[in-house]
């Protein structure tokens, strides 16, 4: 029997994943929050004392990070415009629900030497439960792990699907840029 995966999060409190992870972010580093809706995971991490940029198209969504502690806010049109962070280097970048796969080589780019990515959305299969249904925003079958496991360091991935907080197929990774790392004595 496969071992369950931990459940998705609601939506206001940070992912298990990112919590589970976060610990591997160089203390106080720069940390991009890619889609990052209302902000969930950026108010997470800048708690942590990340200097934390948050970007989304959302206005409205960016709003609720107004004058939040340690949150840059950015909103930008990141499937229609010009990638915003061309020379930027983040120590942590954290990507989750969202899937623009043109994304993915800017992301492994602006990934810090020591960096820390954590990836999580949806996979295929979750067509069966609803929205995202497109092929377009589902990841294929080990796609993160075929995409970014020859370039970084593997510390964990996992795909399949969840029940809660409602029926889901996901896929997660986390990588490092860079070979010496020690995991989290909670990992």
């Not at 992912?15 to 720069?30: D, K, M, N, Q, Y």
């Not at 999580?120 to 609803?130: D, K």
């Not at 699907?161 to 490092?176: D, G």
Request: glycine share 10%; charged share 20%; with cysteine.
């Amino acid at each position: 029997m496969e071992p369950a995966l931990p459940r998705l999060p609601s939506h206001d409190e940070p992912s298990a994943w990112v919590r589970r992870f976060a610990p591997l972010i160089p203390a106080g580093g720069a940390v991009l929050d890619l889609a990052c809706g209302k902000g969930r995971h950026a108010r997470f991490l800048a708690s942590l004392g990340h200097a934390v940029e948050a970007v989304d198209r959302d206005a409205d969504a960016l709003a609720t990070l107004a004058g939040t502690t340690g949150i840059a806010v950015r909103q930008a049109d990141l499937e229609g415009g010009p990638w915003p962070y061309y020379g930027h280097a983040f120590d942590g970048i954290v990507v989750t629900n969202y899937l623009f796969r043109p994304l993915l080589p800017h992301l492994a780019v602006a990934l810090a030497e020591g960096g820390v990515l954590i990836y999580e959305t949806f996979m295929v299969g979750n067509e069966r439960f609803g929205k995202p249904a497109a092929p377009a925003h589902l990841l294929r079958v080990g796609e993160l792990l075929d995409l970014l496991g020859k370039r970084f360091t593997v510390v964990a991935f996992e795909q399949g699907e969840v029940s809660r907080p409602r029926p889901a197929v996901v896929q997660r990774i986390c990588v490092r840029r860079g070979s010496r790392f020690s995991l989290p004595e909670s990992a």
